[in-house]
């Protein structure tokens, strides 16, 4: 069985909108996303997205109270995708796989995210928000369910610095110093091999 219980991910469906609301959120999130690809995303405010959305303070309030919460929303959608996969998915990165392979796995696609998407996930991450959203609440409980099944006798103190190099903030850095997607990514591949045979290692 596969140890990992991941309960974050919402299924219920969102409640109905009124056509002037779900107009109205199409226009704040189009308008967030075009400024979070043209601007650094940490220098877009939410007046910024009022005005490119054409929607008032006061509108835009009512559904988002900052800036880190409207990227979160565009990200949403990318995010729960992954995370069905970790769930349901094919190995090595959804169950069935060992968990060296699976850590390995799941550096690919948060690498494949970040590159699509790293603006996003940059906007959500504003005033250190990163580590108070579900989805990062998400990854945790994966990376320290499979340092746990790999023998980590204390995997608690590892799981953020395993999840530090998966930061939008230093991708967009290794990138801007011409460091490759694929180079970044065996650098994690390595770093994924050498926690869990270190583990293996420590407790034969």
């Known amino acids: 069985m596969d140890p990992i219980a991941l309960p974050l ?19 704040i999130l189009d308008a967030a996303a075009n ?12 007046d910024d997205i009022a005005k490119a959305a054409g929607v008032g303070r006061g509108t835009l309030y009512r559904r988002y109270p900052d800036v880190g919460s409207i990227a979160v929303a565009l990200l949403d959608q990318h995010e729960r995708e992954l995370q069905e996969r970790l769930l349901r998915g094919e190995p090595p990165l959804g169950p069935g796989a060992p968990p060296a392979q699976r850590l390995g796995a ?17 906007g959500a991450e504003t005033g250190g928000a990163r580590f108070r959203t579900g989805a990062y609440q998400f990854w945790r409980v994966h990376v320290r369910a499979l340092l746990t099944e790999s023998g980590v006798a204390y995997p608690e ?22 460091l490759t997607p694929a180079q970044i990514n065996a650098a ?6 050498g926690v869990i045979d270190c583990a293996a290692d420590s407790s034969s």
């Open 157 to 178: 103190p590892l799981v953020d610095a395993l999840l530090a190099p998966l930061a939008a903030e230093v991708y967009q850095y290794q990138r801007e110093r011409g």
């Open 106 to 122: 799941f550096y690919t696609a948060m690498l494949e995210l970040l590159e699509t998407h790293a603006n996003l996930v940059l």
């Open 9 to 27: 991910l919402n299924d219920e469906s969102p409640p109905p909108e009124r056509a002037d609301a779900a107009r109205n959120r199409v226009k």
């Open 188 to 193: 994690l591949q390595h770093l994924a091999g």
């Open 35 to 46: 400024l979070f690809t043209e601007r650094n995303p940490r220098t877009v405010t939410m």
